[in-house]
């Protein structure tokens, strides 16, 4: 008889021999499946289709968000860079003194300022 331990490791024929059994995948390999555990696997597969199918669905939807937010961000930046420099061209002093936005303010208080014999 067959034992689990190696030869000449001092074991053969000790107390707790133990017999030598083949693999059990080994003898599944000889039996046919039966139609219902072929069956069983074919669902399984399909459903696993069928969630990565979903799952893929639901990444384009985010990557669409994604692409929608890069494109808000990008447009967001290019209308700050133009307020910036509308801002930036308020700002500068022109010739002559007073800006032109503090000159448009005396105005509107006083659209007729009174003349010099006033």
Same mark, same amino acid.
């Given at each position: =008889?067959?034992?689990?331990?190696?030869?000449?490791?001092?074991?053969?024929?000790?107390?707790r021999?133990?017999?030598?059994?083949p693999?059990?995948?080994?003898?599944?390999?000889?039996?046919?499946a039966?139609?219902?555990?072929?069956?069983?696997?074919?669902?399984?597969?399909t459903?696993?289709?069928?969630?990565?199918?979903?799952?893929v669905?639901? =990444?384009?939807?985010?990557?669409e968000?994604?692409?929608?937010a890069?494109?808000?961000?990008?447009?967001?930046?290019?209308?700050?860079?133009?307020?910036?420099?509308?801002?930036?061209?308020?700002?500068?002093p022109?010739?002559?003194?007073?800006g032109?936005?503090?000159?448009?303010?005396?105005?509107?208080?006083?659209?007729?300022?009174?003349?010099?014999?006033?």
């Amino acid at each position: =008889m067959e034992t689990g331990a190696p030869e000449g490791s001092g074991r053969e024929g000790s107390a707790r021999e133990i017999p030598f059994r083949p693999r059990p995948e080994r003898e599944r390999e000889h039996e046919p499946a039966s139609q219902a555990s072929i069956q069983g696997a074919i669902e399984q597969v399909t459903e696993i289709i069928e969630s990565l199918r979903d799952a893929v669905d639901e =990444m384009e939807e985010v990557l669409e968000t994604v692409e929608l937010a890069e494109r808000q961000k990008t447009a967001d930046e290019q209308e700050i860079e133009s307020l910036r420099r509308a801002l930036r061209q308020l700002q500068r002093p022109r010739e002559g003194g007073q800006g032109g936005r503090e000159r448009e303010r005396e105005r509107e208080r006083d659209p007729h300022p009174p003349g010099p014999g006033h």
